[in-house]
């Protein structure tokens, strides 16, 4: 039986990392008929991407074999979720009270097909979300899923998501703009699935009252060292 590689996960800092992240985002995007084509370079890049925290899963041998990002919400730009739909009632409601500061766009998802998406978008998910709630402080994920991924998250990550416009055709595929509050997230977590709660938390130490995170150990997948460097940004 052929073992599985360890996969790593990791913030990524270095450019030829982040260079063949997006030389894979490229191909599998064309694959799912979310781009007609391969950019000339083979590399996918837009308006968001200097403002991108970008993560990424690689084996033993350091080959990138996925990748998401983070789009921290900035006044000149914003966030896709939010610039290219019409939001309905509700999102519209909800925005109007959104703290800015705390906005980021999570997607960019793409794995190699040869590995499975459900097991790899997990690991990438947890580094994502405890960067979120121990590191950048924004914990209000806007996403802009395909409506066959939405259920993904809800089925596999027990995401509670709120609907910000009503499901649209964008860049190929019925796509339903949405938000988690990954504070309310977590706090479900510890209530309803406590499996998740200890993935998603490992290492973390989660106050369900303030809703405040410190790391507490080497179990995190997030680092003091993390922190510092945010910081210093």
């Known amino acids: 039986m052929r073992c599985r590689p360890k996969i790593h996960y ?3 800092r270095d450019e030829k990392v982040l260079e063949e992240a997006l030389r894979l985002q490229a191909r599998r995007y064309v694959a799912s008929g979310f781009i ?6 083979g590399v996918l890049v837009d308006a968001f991407t200097p403002m ?19 789009i921290d919400h900035s006044g000149a730009l914003g966030i896709p979720a939010l610039n290219d739909f019409a939001l309905n009632a509700e999102g519209t409601e ?6 800015r500061e705390r906005l980021t766009e999570f997607g960019a998802l793409a794995v190699e097909p040869e590995f499975s998406t459900v097991d790899i978008s997990k690991g990438l998910y947890r580094l994502m979300v405890q960067y979120s709630l121990a590191v950048s402080s924004r914990t209000l994920w806007c996403a802009t ?11 596999t990550l027990g995401l509670q998501l709120v609907n910000l416009a009503d499901p649209v055709w964008y860049r190929g595929a019925m796509t339903e ?8 997230q977590v706090r479900w977590y510890q209530e309803h699935d406590r499996a998740l709660a200890d993935f998603f938390l490992h290492g973390l130490e ?28």
Do not use: N, Y
């Open 206 to 233: 989660f106050d369900l009252v303030s809703g405040d995170v410190r790391i507490t150990g080497d179990h995190a997948v997030v680092t003091p060292e993390m922190v510092a460097s945010h910081q210093a940004r």
């Open 177 to 184: 703009p949405v938000v988690c509050d990954l504070i309310k």
């Open 52 to 70: 991108s925290t970008h993560f990424c899963g690689r084996t033993d041998t350091g080959a990138v074999i996925a990748v998401g990002r983070l």
């Open 94 to 99: 909800w925005l109007a009270t959104a703290p």
């Open 145 to 155: 899923p395909t409506s066959g991924v939405r259920r993904l998250m809800r089925r």
């Open 36 to 41: 007609d084509e391969l950019p000339p370079d």
């Open 10 to 12: 990791e913030i990524i």
